[in-house]
């Protein structure tokens, strides 16, 4: 058996792989050109913004419901005996900030 090309085959594979390399330097150009550059690291920045935004809002939802839990029972009523102290702490923080304000104003 003989594995002999003719001409017209060996024509035609020439042919072919001249259109595939073609294709591939076509290709190469796309990725290489500076919008494609510009385009593709403005994608990666998006979606890695996107990433951590998502994970923020996951740890900011994991914490309101932690201290929902802390000052709502599970029926939804309020537990003013955790709701009280804090109030008062923050109406404390709220007095001393102003007091300070005023003092450097002064």
Do not use: C, W
Request: no cysteine; aromatic share 2%.
């Amino acid at each position: 058996m003989s594995d002999a090309r003719t001409p017209a085959q060996i024509e035609a594979d020439i042919k072919h792989r001249r259109e595939r390399l073609a294709e591939t330097l076509d290709e190469i150009g796309v990725r290489v050109h500076p919008k494609t550059i510009v385009g593709d690291a403005k994608a990666k920045f998006v979606a890695g913004v996107d990433n951590s935004l998502g994970r923020a809002y996951v740890g900011a939802n994991r914490v309101v419901s932690g201290v929902r839990g802390r000052l709502v029972s599970e029926d939804g009523a309020p537990r003013l005996e955790r709701i009280v102290p804090v109030a008062l702490v923050v109406v404390g923080l709220v007095g001393l900030l102003a007091v300070s304000s005023r003092r450097r104003k002064g």
